[in-house]
């Protein structure tokens, strides 16, 4: 059975940083691109960025030079380091197994101004 589990998130004020981290579980975790993505209130799922097997990644407009995904295949583990967080990045945090249905459950992701 496939498992992605999110950790992380949290209560930050503007300007602050969090890692997120997801953890898989059931797969073959290294052979697949991985991505984080975010729901806001009242809008859209979101891509924030993704990381392929080999490392290369790929990050949403609003988050470019500001976050940070990386991956550690030993641990079938993947991070988002999220720095100088602004209110408009509070949403719900999801990883997921890109083109696949496997999400995982979430993790809230609060900036206060």
């Known amino acids: 059975q496939v498992q992605l589990v999110e950790s992380g998130g949290g209560l930050v004020q503007a300007g602050g940083s969090l890692r997120l981290s997801c953890a898989a579980s059931g797969i073959a975790f290294s052979i697949y691109t991985v991505g984080w993505y975010r729901q806001a209130p009242g809008k859209w799922r979101e891509l924030v960025a993704d990381i392929t097997s080999g490392g290369s990644t790929n990050y949403g407009d609003s988050v470019k030079g500001r976050f940070t995904i990386s991956r550690e295949n030993a641990k079938n583990t993947m991070y988002l380091q999220m720095d100088s967080l602004k209110p408009e990045d509070t949403a719900v945090y999801y990883c997921?197994?890109?083109?696949?249905?496997?999400w995982g459950q979430g993790t809230q992701v609060t900036v206060s101004s």
């Open positions: 997921r197994i890109q083109g696949s249905d496997y």
